[in-house]
C-alpha cells in the first residue's frame, strides 16, 4: 500500500548539489536511495532506519546525506560535491518491515518509486 514518488533531480556541472525528495503514500519504517547508472547493476547509496540510524555507500560518504521527516513521511538526500560518477537514475525504495542496521541491499526492499535522473557534467 505504499507509494513512493521521487523529484528533485536535473543536470548540474561537478561540484555542484542537488536535493532529492521522496515523497511516501503509506508509513514506512526503513527507507533508502538507489542509483542505477546505464549498462551497471543498481546499487545502495543511502539508507535510514526507522530510528534514523543511516548507512552509506563509501562511494557518497561525507558528500550525500539522507534524512526524512516523518511528519511529512517524506525522504531526503541531499548531494554536494557530485562528481560525473553520481549521474545515474535515483530511486526511493521502502521495507515493509524494520531494518537494524539500514540496509543497503535492494533486495530487501519491497517498495519501489519510478526514479528520477540526476546527471552531472565535467
Known amino acids: 500500500q505504499v507509494q513512493l514518488v521521487e523529484s528533485g533531480g536535473g543536470s548540474v556541472q561537478a561540484g555542484g548539489s542537488l536535493r532529492l525528495t521522496c515523497a511516501a503514500s503509506g508509513f514506512t519504517y526503513c527507507m533508502g536511495w538507489f542509483r542505477q547508472a546505464p549498462g551497471k547493476e543498481r546499487e545502495g547509496v543511502a539508507a535510514?532506519?526507522?530510528?534514523?540510524?543511516?548507512n552509506y555507500a563509501d562511494s557518497v560518504k561525507g558528500r550525500f546525506t539522507i534524512s526524512k521527516d516523518n511528519s511529512k513521511n517524506t525522504l531526503y538526500l541531499q548531494m554536494t560535491s557530485l562528481k560525473p560518477e553520481d549521474t545515474a537514475m535515483y530511486y526511493c525504495?521502502?521495507?515493509?518491515?524494520?531494518?537494524?542496521?539500514?540496509?543497503?541491499?535492494?533486495?530487501?526492499?519491497?517498495?519501489w518509486g519510478q526514479g528520477t535522473q540526476v546527471t552531472v557534467s565535467s
Open positions: 535510514i532506519a526507522a530510528d534514523l540510524h543511516t
Open positions: 525504495a521502502a521495507i515493509r518491515g524494520g531494518c537494524r542496521p539500514p540496509s543497503l541491499n535492494l533486495v530487501d526492499y519491497n517498495y
